[in-house]
């Protein structure tokens, strides 16, 4: 995915031409992705559970320029990968957020909370980043960890962390993801403190730009969204053009024309979408299948060397109680020729 036919179709946006900045926040809901999203822009955009009742539940855009002139694009998902989440959703809710990142992704934002355990819903939500965006989605992505309030209180450090409560599969991510990790606390009111950790984010971001030539992650998805957007551009300027050369009735036939195309390239999005989910969702089904085959032949090996071994004590201890007794027999001999 993401070949050379779309490099050089696209015009994108080295990172010395083009200073902004998209990232995509994702992870499981709860976590404290809307409130990273608020941290980064500076500013209350996005709702979040600890100061809403009403969290993320489509995916939005939130944009801001930092102290240092760089813009920032921030999109923040709702629980995309969680387990409730039914397909027609996660299948809109993806097109929405390509459709808002239609110049690519600068980088991926991990999101996960110091406050709860790693999941096995977690390792198959990455499991299906990785599928539904190619394997080339991990060169740009970034692990962030919110709650660093509790581990300032505690006076552990992200190491500290890590070191006590890092499963084998979070390894592997961070491994995966070079161990680009951030450390948030959104509660924070010190300006400099909430900078320091936004810079820090950013710095990562550059380092996943300039490993990546400098140029944001795209697939065919985010080729045919751009190409139906310069498609709608186009009619629209025509539109525009012949607002003072037809009646109102035409106008109006081919605005419902506009939108005609409009739906009908949609549709296909959607279609594409729809398709990589079913696929990623074989291909999960396929792997779990294929994990629990193995776990199933490793366990019934197990049992079959531990019953190996039963039948061998079973067998020493027969010799040794065989010993015992022919031990105890010829001392009884020798006792009655005394």
């Known amino acids: 995915m993401g070949g050379s036919s779309i490099d050089d179709d696209w015009e994108l946006t080295s990172s010395s031409s083009n200073e902004v900045r998209t990232v995509v926040l994702v992870g499981r809901t709860g976590d404290g992705k809307s409130a990273t999203g608020n ?41 995309l990968f969680d ?110 403190k909430r900078s320091g950790q936004v810079q820090k984010l950013l710095y990562f971001v550059n380092i996943v730009l300039s490993r990546n030539g400098g140029r944001p992650y795209t697939d065919e998805l985010f080729r045919e969204l751009k190409i139906r957007a310069m498609e709608m551009h186009k009619q629209q300027r025509k539109f525009d053009s012949l607002k003072e050369e037809y009646s109102k009735d035409a106008l109006l036939e081919f605005e419902k024309q506009m939108q005609q195309t409009y739906d009908d ?29 193995a776990r199933l032949k490793a366990e019934e ?16 201890r027969e010799n040794l109680e065989k010993a015992h007794e022919e031990l105890r027999k010829q001392a009884e001999g020798r006792c009655a020729i005394l």
Do not use: W
């Open 301 to 316: 090996k197990a049992m079959l060397a531990q019953r190996r071994s039963d039948e061998e004590i079973r067998k020493l």
């Open 265 to 293: 390239q949609l549709k296909r999005i959607t279609e594409m979408v729809e398709s990589k989910l079913n696929e990623t969702t074989m291909k999960l089904k396929q792997q779990l299948d294929e994990e629990q085959a």
């Open 83 to 192: 387990l409730s989440s039914g397909s027609k959703f996660v299948r809109e809710e993806i097109v929405k957020c390509i459709d808002l990142a239609k110049d690519g992704i600068h980088a991926v934002i991990v999101v996960f909370s110091v406050r709860t355990r790693f999941t096995e819903e977690q390792e198959t939500a990455l499991r299906t980043l990785q599928s539904l965006f190619g394997s080339k989605i991990v060169d740009y992505m970034i692990v962030l960890f919110t709650g660093g309030d509790d581990l300032e209180e505690n006076e552990e450090s992200m190491e500290d962390y890590l070191g006590r409560e890092c499963p084998k599969a979070l390894k592997e991510i961070l491994g995966l993801c070079e161990n680009r990790v951030v450390l948030f606390d959104n509660k924070t009111k010190d300006e400099g």
């Open 39 to 79: 941290t980064i822009l500076g500013r209350k955009v996005f709702n979040s559970r600890a100061s809403s009742s009403g969290v993320s539940t489509t995916c939005e855009l939130g944009t801001a320029e930092l102290d240092d002139g760089q813009r920032v694009n921030v999109i923040d998902t709702p629980g």
